[in-house]
């Protein structure tokens, strides 16, 4: 059940993140948002292959890291949590921002992205002076 959680959990976060970053890069220029999605997402490609095999390491390493045998009820009756305990206990929202943060980090680094949807807008014939 955690691994299903954690994939479907760290796609949901690079979505988030993905339609996020799209909408603030895009809303100062002339390029509407779904032009700026596609280009956005057709050069950050390596940013989403790096982050899935970040996930898949997760996916690896996660039986060392929590015990997979812990129901989230059973951690909510105990008195005191470990981190682990307590990553394990909101382990949606830890996957999804883990699912954002490795993107993040990947855009951070290249921005490979935000220069295309830059690019799409002049190839539209307006230049970034102009907005």
């Given at each position: 059940?955690?691994?299903?959680?954690?994939?479907?959990?760290?796609?949901?976060?690079?979505?988030?993140?993905?339609?996020?970053?799209?909408?603030?890069?895009?809303?100062?220029?002339?390029?509407s948002y779904v032009?700026?999605?596609?280009?956005?997402?057709?050069?950050?490609?390596?940013?989403?292959?790096?982050?899935?095999?970040?996930?898949?390491v997760v996916v690896?390493?996660?039986?060392?890291?929590?015990?997979?045998?812990?129901?989230?009820?059973?951690?909510?009756?105990?008195?005191?949590?470990?981190?682990?305990?307590?990553?394990?206990?909101?382990?949606r929202s830890a996957?999804?921002?883990?699912?954002?943060?490795?993107?993040?980090?990947?855009?951070?680094?290249?921005?490979?992205?935000?220069?295309?949807?830059?690019?799409?807008?002049?190839?539209?014939?307006?230049?970034?002076?102009?907005?």
């Amino acid at each position: 059940m955690y691994y299903l959680l954690l994939v479907v959990s760290w796609i949901l976060g690079q979505a988030m993140y993905t339609a996020i970053t799209v909408w603030r890069l895009q809303k100062s220029l002339t390029i509407s948002y779904v032009p700026a999605l596609k280009a956005y997402v057709k050069k950050e490609l390596g940013g989403y292959v790096v982050s899935g095999v970040f996930m898949v390491v997760v996916v690896f390493l996660l039986p060392e890291l929590l015990n997979l045998n812990m129901s989230r009820n059973e951690i909510l009756t105990l008195e005191q949590r470990s981190w682990a305990e307590k990553v394990q206990l909101y382990f949606r929202s830890a996957s999804v921002v883990l699912g954002m943060f490795s993107l993040h980090i990947a855009y951070s680094l290249y921005k490979r992205g935000k220069k295309e949807i830059i690019e799409a807008d002049r190839k539209a014939g307006i230049e970034d002076d102009q907005v």
